[in-house]
């Protein structure tokens, strides 16, 4: 197949005509020992950039579907990217470049550390692909909007992996709390998991078969020490992430963003405190304390469970990933078990069960998936600016209609952006 042919497929597909004829682009599903996979020209073709902890989930998740066929693998270390290629019978690439130059490969999942997730995305968005980018989203406001500008200049479909968008009681809450059920909210309490001080500074051996530059990739070069490139480190080290501001905060804030637009209701102030380490490897916030004007709304931001709590004029709705933690003012409103069965109108939230398939479908049919790229953008801010606040010790004012500080301090303007190693830019 050339690949004028190749390019000609993945038209069709965004042309919402994906039955057209096409010749397998891999092989057969029965030699998968798929035989329940959809027929090849049926399928979106997709590479797993990024196959560690997470990234290995949502390829063993993502397996089942009979649309869904991977084909490529990229990461740093080789026994993860061989490990993973071996299972589906695909290519492994150390370099993820390689793996976006394919024609014959439809959509990536983009599940690296932080700081990777957007200079990935804005290369694969360019090179056509269609998106799916673990949580957070970027390390800067410069980064988050720059993508946003990416994928909706090239009409890729961009799929954020909030899962709890696909978890019907996550919808059911959002869904009632958009129907008035709390009134008119006037405060949202945001918990997520805490960060943490500690992390090895002593330098060690980099692993065989791991390529360490490439990890670093955009980061300043750092030295390498075991606590670096393995959770909690992928996380709580600044120079690749803002720690769970960001990572955790990333889940409670999206529920907050889909159950209601309080963020868009007016000039947003974040202030607050939070630690940040001066010993060890470890230096994002941690045990911070966030206090958030959106408009008339007020938004508590603290550590604690997973969960967003809305208040409002006539009681209150919990909302949160653990079921248990789901619950209402007004029992006949619980998230987990509603009073009535809570049913889908043409004006309510989208509906999914599974996300990965959420992202197969609107691939296939041109439509948005569940978790779009505005709605990432619009929370993964709100953790970028609590970053910002408590770093600079200043109140930061956001526009965002604008999308842009308000007069800000020359300290708070400086991290809107950071800088990339060459040659790696957005």
Not at 42 to 57: C, K, Q
Request: proline content about 7%.
């Amino acid at each position: 197949m050339s690949s004028r042919q190749k390019l000609s497929r993945r038209d069709v597909l965004k042309g919402m005509a994906a039955g057209a004829m096409a010749a397998p682009l891999f092989v057969s599903g029965r030699a998968l020992g798929l035989e329940d996979k959809a027929p090849a020209s049926e399928r979106i073709t997709v590479g797993h950039i990024g196959v560690g902890n997470r990234g290995a989930d949502i390829f063993h998740y993502s397996q089942p579907l009979a649309e869904f066929q991977s084909v490529a693998t990229a990461d740093c270390y080789q026994n993860r990217r061989d490990t993973v290629a071996g299972v589906c019978k695909g290519k492994a690439y150390r370099d993820f470049r390689e793996l976006l130059a394919r024609d014959d490969i439809d959509a990536v999942i983009i599940a690296t550390p932080d700081h990777w997730h957007v200079p990935i995305g804005i290369m694969a968005a360019r090179a056509g692909k269609h998106i799916y980018i673990e949580k957070p989203l970027g390390v800067t406001i410069e980064q988050d909007l720059a993508l946003q500008k990416v994928v909706e200049q090239k009409g890729v479909i961009f799929q954020y992996g909030t899962q709890q968008r696909s978890m019907p009681h996550c919808w059911v809450g959002c869904e009632l709390v958009r129907r008035g059920v709390v009134g008119k909210i006037h405060t949202i309490e945001v918990d997520a998991p805490d960060g943490a001080a500690g992390g090895s500074t002593a330098e060690a051996p980099v692993p065989e078969g791991f390529d360490f530059d490439m990890w670093c990739g955009p980061s300043p070069p750092r030295t390498y020490t075991n606590d670096l490139c393995v959770p909690p480190g992928t996380y709580f080290v600044y120079s690749q992430s803002i720690g769970y501001l960001g990572g955790w905060g990333a889940h409670p804030l999206d529920i907050m963003i889909w159950g209601s637009d309080a963020d868009l209701s007016g000039l947003m102030t974040v202030e607050g405190h939070g630690v940040i380490p001066t010993e060890g490897l470890y230096d994002t916030v941690y045990n911070w304390d966030m206090s958030i004007t959106m408009g008339d709304v007020k938004l508590i931001f603290r550590p604690g469970t997973d969960r967003t709590k809305f208040i409002g004029d006539k009681g209150w709705l919990q909302v949160s990933r653990g079921l248990d933690l789901n619950g209402a003012s007004d029992p006949a409103f619980d998230p987990k078990k509603p009073a009535k069965p809570v049913e889908p109108t043409d004006k309510s939230l989208q509906v999914s069960t599974n996300h990965s398939a959420n992202f197969i479908q609107a691939i296939k049919s041109g439509k948005p998936p569940v978790s779009n790229i505005q709605d990432a953008v619009r929370s993964d801010i709100i953790s970028l600016l609590c970053d910002i606040a408590v770093r600079t010790g200043e109140k930061i004012t956001w526009d965002p209609k604008k999308r842009d500080l308000v007069n800000p301090s020359p300290a708070a303007k400086a991290m809107l952006s950071r800088k990339m190693r060459s040659p790696w830019t957005l």
